[in-house]
């Protein structure tokens, strides 16, 4: 029997918009749910934008302030998606008003943060998935697969790369990515964040790590309104930027592997350059999110001159199924957010985690404090 469950979305940026497209489309994709989702509220502090979001997707009630949806009894689960700065005050509250949490990486501004969040979820006994979407990945997915096997043998080193030009522009507004109270730490929660994850879900624990980081663009314009997205401000009165564009950090995994995590938000010329390259004593695997349903493979006993293959994921790797119905289809980013929703929900259906937790976002959160206090102290920090 498929129950109805009463949703909400706070913070209505884009983000918050893929979330309610997700909730619209998860049972598309995923049929066999139990639980069935329905637009209940939205609730956004900039005028008339929660009021929008609900006369086109549909909510029944909209708010500038999200403690209305903590206190809404149609509520059960709540799509936290606003600033980064917000997330342990609402996420603490909304845990201990009863309500299921699916809440964007990366989770608050410290690891304090996020171990309140999960603290909360696991006092209150709901569940929480956090949005590590490129775990989601059926390519990822089919990697971590290969790896666990020992097809590539053992694994000896790794490289994660995250490059963005989305904060390039000198003219992109300085809004609360770039404040350290209200964004914490730059590029580390935006996009190191998901690399740290990245790197557990394929290789499991971080011992230590040692990183540099920098600011590359140290000004830029305050905006003159409410923005969304990456927006522009040319002309406003400049601002400092107070975190960090940039990060480079060594990693030693307790398996004894090594890694390289590198990711930047002002690279020019790099469009969402996501990915990874594992390599083994027998092999390798390689991923790039932008071309998502691929991996190139090299497995084998050559050692020297080994070939690098191209295989295109299909219905038998992770997720894949309840989109596409043969190998090389493609996937879009949209998609990884219906494959949260799914976890999301069956976790709500099954009262049992799964996809990525608030557990994993603790993890993420500590690696990333430590690449802070590594860049300013100049030395390895053992988690």
Not at 85 to 112: C, N, Q, S, Y
Not at 209 to 228: E, G, H, M, V, Y
Not at 301 to 322: C, I, L, M, R
Request: a negative charge; one cysteine or more.
């Amino acid at each position: 029997m498929v129950r109805a469950l009463g949703v909400a979305v706070v913070g209505f940026g884009w983000m918050g918009r893929v979330h309610t497209q997700a909730y619209a489309r998860v049972r598309h994709h995923f049929p066999q749910l139990s639980v069935r989702p329905e637009l209940i509220a939205v609730a956004d502090e900039v005028p008339g934008r929660a009021e929008e979001a609900a006369a086109r997707y549909g909510f029944a009630t909209a708010a500038r302030d999200w403690r209305e949806v903590a206190a809404d009894p149609r509520v059960q689960a709540v799509s936290i998606t606003a600033p980064n700065f917000l997330h342990r005050e609402i996420g603490v509250a909304m845990a201990e008003a009863g309500k299921h949490l699916w809440i964007e990486k990366p989770v608050g501004l410290t690891a304090d943060d996020a171990r309140a969040v999960s603290d909360a979820v696991a006092k209150s006994g709901v569940q929480g998935t956090v949005g590590f979407n490129y775990r989601g990945t059926p390519a990822v997915a089919a990697a971590r697969e290969l790896i666990a096997s020992g097809e590539i043998g053992t694994v000896t080193h790794v490289r994660i790369r995250l490059f963005s030009d989305y904060a390039a522009h000198p003219e992109s507004a300085l809004t609360w990515r770039y404040e350290r109270e209200r964004g914490g730490s730059g590029v580390l929660g935006d996009l190191a964040s998901h690399g740290v994850d990245l790197a557990r879900f394929l290789l499991g624990e971080i011992a230590a790590l040692t990183a540099d980081t920098a600011i590359f663009l140290p000004q830029r314009a305050r905006p003159t309104s409410a923005t969304a997205g990456h927006a522009r401000a040319a002309g406003g009165e400049l601002g400092p930027v107070e975190n960090e564009d940039y990060v480079n950090c060594l990693l030693r995994f307790a398996s004894g592997a090594r890694g390289v995590l590198e990711a930047c938000r002002v690279s020019v010329g790099e469009q969402n350059n996501y990915g990874f390259e594992v390599h083994g004593t027998q092999g390798a695997v390689f991923w790039d999110f932008r071309r998502m349903g691929e991996l190139a493979v090299s497995r084998g006993t050559a050692y020297q001159d080994q070939p690098v293959s191209t295989v295109y994921v299909g219905p038998g790797h992770g997720e894949y199924a309840a989109f596409q119905p043969g190998s090389a289809n493609a996937m879009s980013y949209d998609d990884l957010k219906v494959i949260e929703a799914h976890h999301f929900l069956r976790a709500i259906a099954d009262n049992t985690p799964y996809g990525a937790t608030l557990v994993d976002a603790v993890h993420s959160a500590i690696a990333l404090d430590a690449m802070s206090r590594s860049a300013e102290q100049g030395v390895w920090v053992t988690l």
